[in-house]
């Protein structure tokens, strides 16, 4: 017969061992390795001025060269046109920096080309270069009063898009490529229910809102799996992280410090 | 001391299979307009030092219809999945039965300055910078625009009379008495609001035949195929081109498309 201390110490040993490596693994900074859910829940990334948040800097290939990068702003932008006109219709990726933008592609009339070609809106020529190769973000600031009687938000730009959407303050095209474009009359709206037991934070998710401004493949089947009990690892550290809903509400639609307009439940 | 391996092996694997776990919460790369449908056929190129094969679907499918390669020339559906040779080829089987110099380039191309131009490169052009016989934008400016795929509206094109497709090949299809096509039925959509789908046999039946969908992919009774959207979405039932070729899955309206109220 075995002695039972034996196994006892190496289950123990294990354990710790155990405990150790996934300690060790949290730790090592890749990217799709998550640590405590409860660390980050509360590290929202920082805002920047209202008149630049949602603007981008594109340097994937000025960084070579002596021009200065793009300054891109979501909110001239998008008054004019919904999210899946750029981020689908005209392939344009959901990070910055990663759309393969060439000038030869504009000027052919691919990604900025598309409406930047004197019809739509000022074309590229020697006086106009200076207009989007500003190198610095806060060049739109100026024109950012323009939208001063926009129904007013708490974070990010402080425009609530949704009310000036309603009041048809904006009117944004909803396709450039079909004339007759509908998105799809989907409009079930989804209640979260959160893992927490003492707090109430269920989340609200109504797609009515989304569908105005975007298809729904923007989301589906990458970002969010069409089951609800499919999506793994949806959790409040991850949106941080700039996943799932944190794809467009960290940088652009309305950031994760306007908790109340997911979670209402929340004091 | 064998406790203690078993314990590190176990370690060791649980770090990998979180450091492996997949991306999730961020959306994948859509391919350009020029890139959708193309397929890398790699089963024994880089073994034999040669550069894999870029198949390209639009140029194709603007001359053939899909039934003329997926059931006469017996291509599969998988990209490798037909295990071509080079032998094949040159006994006219798979891209040979085409590409064999009279119906479209062989292997090489009599020239009049030069006695023989070798065309490897024209295929064989994965990761090399072969300029194709036709541009992608030249040759399909002014088709009808769609707004996902290659950006092209393939069924109206073929309406303009822009495309004529061929649906068979001479000396290897077989023309057999047409079928009549079945009616066009609607499949109810199982979530509330959304739209039911309009399924058109005649569309499909047109460019594919019966023997494409029915009976692997479909059975051919209504119904007894059970399927849902995650299964298109992992490129299963219509995902089987819906996903790579033909229009893809993002473009919605384009099959859910009875109105509800």
Known sequence: ?267 | MKGKAIVLAAILLLCSSVVLADNFGTKKRMPRPEEFGNVIINNYSTKNNIAPVVFKHWIHRAKYTCRVCHVDLGFAMEAGGSDIKEADNRNHLYCGSCHNGKDAFGPTTRDKLVSEVQNCDRCHSYGKDVKGQKDFNEYLKGYPPARFGNRVDWMKAEEKGLIKLKDAVEGISIKRQDIPRPKDFEIKSTILGMPDIIFSHKIHADINGCELCHPEIFGAKKGVTKYNMQDIFAGKYCGACHSKVAFPFYDCQLCHLKEVY
């Open chain 1, 1 to 267: 017969m075995r002695q039972p201390t034996v196994p006892l110490a190496r289950t123990l040993i294990a354990l710790l061992l155990l405990l150790l490596g996934v300690a060790g693994c949290a730790n090592n900074g890749s990217e799709t390795v998550r640590g405590s859910e409860f660390d980050d829940m509360w590290s929202m990334p920082a805002l920047p001025p209202p008149a630049q948040y949602g603007n981008v800097l594109i340097s994937r290939l000025t960084r070579s060269s002596t021009h200065p990068p793009v300054v891109f702003s979501h909110w001239v932008h998008r008054r004019f046109f919904t999210c899946r006109v750029c981020h689908f219709e005209l392939n344009f990726e959901l990070k910055t920096n990663k759309t393969e933008i060439t000038e030869a592609k504009i000027r052919k009339g691919e990604y900025c080309g598309a409406c930047h070609n004197t019809k739509i809106a000022f074309g590229i020529n020697d006086s106009t270069c200076r207009i989007c190769h500003s190198g610095n973000l806060a060049a739109p600031d100026a024109r950012f009063s323009e939208l001063k009687d926009f129904p007013k938000a708490l974070y990010g730009d402080k425009i609530n898009w949704v009310k000036a959407l309603k009041r048809g303050l904006i009117k944004p095209q909803q396709s450039i490529l079909d004339e007759n474009y509908q998105s799809i009359p989907f409009s079930e709206g989804l209640k979260l229910d959160s893992e927490w037991v003492l707090a109430k934070t269920r989340a609200v998710f109504p797609h009515q809102k989304h569908i105005e401004w975007l298809d729904c493949a923007d989301c589906h089947p990458d970002i969010f799996n069409i089951q609800k009990k499919g999506t793994k690892h949806f959790r409040m550290d991850n949106i941080n992280r700039g996943l799932f809903c944190g794809v467009c509400h960290l940088t652009v639609a309305f950031p994760v410090q306007d908790c109340k307009r997911c979670h209402p439940d929340l004091r």
